[in-house]
């Protein structure tokens, strides 16, 4: 299916454990984008890419990790994941000006 | 710091009323968007305004935008249950390809 596609839809882990949120994507927009959704802050950048092997820094970006090693795929990482961390995570691409959302992971950190 | 501040956060209305949500920000733009998000969803674009634009039409959205004061707002018309959502302001900055997104508005209409 043609769109924006991120996994896990959910996941569940534990403080210092490293995990990665995929973020696919099948038009080959170069502009690709993480957020993340916490009540009361609306959404926050972490990290962006405009292109393959080009990122970065969102608004809050410490404690993520990403790469871009083809122009579809944009995935993250939680190299020691923290309770801070729990958060819904939106990937998004950019056709023109209008962006594009992935449906988000639900993480929780224990 | 937030770019855009959404206001109210909360909005109750029955069908067929009138919706207005506002949205100020902070520095020079390029363009102002307006997003929705239903419930366990990701945002949907629903209209766009340039900075050069005062007033702006989609079906029975309607945005304007004040430059001097740095706000913009989202009405919708005749509003229905399906209308039922968050609405989120976005930012975009000069010379950036990146949004910034406000703390949003929670509408809910009552059949």
């Known amino acids: 299916d043609a769109g924006i596609t991120q996994s896990p839809r959910y996941k569940i882990t534990e403080t210092g454990r490293q995990v990665t949120l995929m973020c696919h994507q099948t038009?080959?927009?170069?502009?690709m984008f993480w957020y993340r959704q916490d009540l009361g802050h609306g959404l926050r950048l972490i990290y962006y890419s405009a292109a393959a092997d080009i990122t970065d820094k969102g608004e809050v970006p410490d404690g993520y990790v990403v790469s871009r090693s083809k122009t579809e795929n944009f995935p993250l990482t939680l190299e020691s994941a923290t309770r801070s961390q729990t958060s819904v995570y939106f990937c998004?691409?950019?056709?023109?000006?209008?962006?594009?959302f992935g449906p988000g992971t639900r993480l929780t950190v224990l | 710091s937030q770019q855009g501040e959404e206001d109210p956060q909360a909005l109750s209305i029955q069908e067929g009323e009138n919706a207005t949500m506002n949205c100020s920000y902070k520095?020079?733009?390029?363009?102002l968007q307006w997003y929705r998000q239903n419930s366990g969803r990701g945002l949907v674009h629903l209209i766009l305004i340039r900075s050069n634009e005062r007033e702006k039409h989609s079906g029975r959205l309607r945005v304007t935008l004040d430059t001097s004061k740095k706000s913009s707002s989202l009405l919708i018309t005749a509003s229905r249950a399906a209308d039922t959502a968050s609405y989120f302001c976005a930012t975009a900055l000069y010379n950036t390809d990146k949004l910034i997104f406000g703390t949003g508005t929670r509408l809910q209409v009552f059949p």
């Open positions: 038009w080959s927009h170069s502009y």
């Open positions: 998004a691409s950019t056709h023109g000006t209008e962006q594009f």
């Open positions: 520095t020079s733009i390029n363009n």
